[in-house]
Every structure is written in structure tokens, then in C-alpha cells.
């Protein structure tokens, strides 16, 4: 049975304890929210007029990392699923454009975009520093991609997992050595010695080190684990999971459908 406790959680950073689960099934959600999240970016750019310090493609790079937030992401199709043959429509793009003069420091509010739903995630991204008489006018066109395909895609900054910590105590003699070593301040004797928060615990091992008779040890606990998750403003943490989800719930019938197709041809 999983079971899922949330730790601590906004919209851009969540923390879970996930129990009964195995590493493959863990690391799964980590690889999927990673890589296999459709999002928006900007994966194309019409530079009209530059005469900023930065080069064509150093500006078209920073425009590209942006996050973009939308609040019906569910609207856009992959470009290559879309009616249009990938041509570009408005169900699989939308553009941005950006207009400015110097003197000024160019952000991401500057981008305006055509589709009032999309917008940066954050109005404060610098782009580039103009100088009195420097120009920007480009045109940038998002499109869904995931970040397989490239990190402009990947929704996550943070996506990792560690396993919970197991201490066993036994025959301790409550010298409290270990007590003085411990970085997090974890044991504690009442009248045996005890573990406040095993959650807490970074696996240092300094108590097992610190006991001479091997009374304490520590280990991991297989089937329990810490997944830290931060989304680059694009996409909830909520809704990254939910999407990793799906996606291997997803591949897991295509396999079972894969699987009975080969049983099928085998048979006839
Ligand atoms: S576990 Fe070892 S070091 Fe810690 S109190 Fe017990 S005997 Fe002492
Ligand atoms: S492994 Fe490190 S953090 Fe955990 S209880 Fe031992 S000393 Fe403390
Ligand atoms: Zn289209």
C-alpha cells in the first residue's frame, strides 16, 4: 500500500514521504517529472533589430529559458500532433514579441504576448542591459516540448529522492557518545536512548563511528523515501506529479497492450 504524507508544500516546491513504494517506482516519477513533462518555451525567434551587446543567439538563448506560465496548458497540442502537421496554429504556438529602447534593463515583463494566458512565470528576469541609442524588436514563438528534448522544456530545478533513515539500537550502554556527535541533534536518552525525528537523520553515520561496543546502526530503509520536487514557475509541483503520473500510467499500457500484441502473433 503507498502511502503519501506532504512535508511541505506552495506551488513552486513540494516535499514528500512516500512509503511503500521501490526505488525503480521512485526514480520513475523522478526521470518522468524531469524529462516528460510538456510545457511551454520559446523555441523560435524573429530578430527584427539588435544592437544590444549580446549576440543574436546569446539573447535568443536567454529569451528561450524564460519559463512561461499558462493557465490552460491543457489548450496547446505538441507541435507534431497538431492538425497543422507542426506548420505552427494558434492550438500549437503562441508569440511573444519584444520592444525596447535604451537606456533601460530589459526583463521578462517586456516580453508581451499575444495570448493573454501566457505569460512569464516571473516579471523580473533581467535579458539585456541597453545603452542610450542600443534597440531590441524580436518576435518569440512558444511551443509544448518536454525536456527530453531540451532543458528550456524541463518544468523541474530540483527533482530528487533519499531514502528515509533505519537506526537499531541494541544493548546501548547510554555512554552518550554519540549524543555529542550527532550533527542534527537527533538522540536523546530517556531512559533508553531514543531518535527524535528519523526524518531528520542525513545518513552522516558519525554515531555508529562514535560507538565503540556497535550498539547503534544505521541503514536505509528500502521502501521509504524524501522526494523533494521545485518547478521553475511554469507548472504547479502538483500538477508535475500528477502528469509524471499519468505518463507512466500511460506507458504502462501501451507496454501491456505491446506485450499482448506479441502474445496475439505468436498464437496465429
Ligand atoms: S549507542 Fe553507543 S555511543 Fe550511543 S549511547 Fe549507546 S553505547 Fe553510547
Ligand atoms: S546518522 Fe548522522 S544524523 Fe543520523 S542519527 Fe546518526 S549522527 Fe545523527
Ligand atoms: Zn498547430
Not at 49 to 54: A, E, F, K, Q, T
Not at 118 to 143: F, H, M, S, T, W
Not at 232 to 260: H, P
Request: glycine share 6%; aromatic share 6%; proline share 3%.
Amino acid at each position: 500500500m503507498i502511502h503519501v504524507e506532504i512535508l511541505d508544500y506552495i506551488d513552486t516546491n513540494g516535499k514528500f514521504l512516500i512509503k511503500g513504494v521501490s526505488t525503480a517506482f521512485i526514480n520513475a516519477i523522478r526521470r518522468v517529472a524531469m524529462s516528460e513533462i510538456p510545457k511551454l518555451a520559446v523555441d523560435f525567434i524573429r530578430i527584427y533589430d539588435n544592437s544590444s551587446s549580446l549576440y543574436n543567439e546569446m539573447l535568443a538563448s536567454r529569451i528561450g529559458l524564460i519559463p512561461l506560465k499558462t493557465d490552460d496548458l491543457e489548450f496547446f497540442k505538441m507541435p507534431n500532433e497538431c492538425e497543422c502537421n507542426g506548420e505552427g496554429c494558434s492550438s500549437c504556438q503562441t508569440i511573444l514579441s519584444l520592444s525596447a529602447e535604451g537606456p533601460k534593463m530589459v526583463y521578462s515583463s517586456d516580453l508581451v504576448s499575444t495570448d493573454s494566458s501566457v505569460n512569464p512565470a516571473y516579471q523580473d528576469i533581467p535579458i539585456v542591459k541597453l545603452y542610450e541609442g542600443q534597440r531590441v524588436i524580436c518576435e518569440a514563438i512558444a511551443k509544448l516540448g518536454i525536456g527530453k528534448n531540451h532543458a528550456k522544456w524541463q518544468a523541474t530545478t530540483i527533482c530528487a529522492y533519499r531514502n528515509v533513515a533505519k537506526i537499531d539500537i541494541i544493548n546501548c550502554d547510554l555512554c552518550g557518545d554519540c549524543i555529542k556527535e550527532c550533527p542534527k541533534g537527533l538522540l536523546y536518552i530517556d531512559k533508553e536512548l531514543r531518535v527524535k525525528n528519523i526524518l531528520d537523520c542525513n545518513l552522516c553515520r558519525l554515531c555508529e563511528r562514535t560507538c565503540s561496543i556497535d550498539a547503534i546502526r544505521v541503514s536505509l530503509d528500502e521502501y521509504q523515501f524524501i522526494f523533494n520536487i521545485e518547478s521553475d514557475g511554469s507548472i504547479n509541483v502538483k500538477d508535475i506529479v500528477n502528469t509524471a503520473v499519468d505518463v507512466i500510467e500511460n506507458k504502462l499500457i501501451n507496454l501491456k497492450a505491446g506485450v499482448a500484441e506479441i502474445g496475439q502473433r505468436r498464437r496465429t
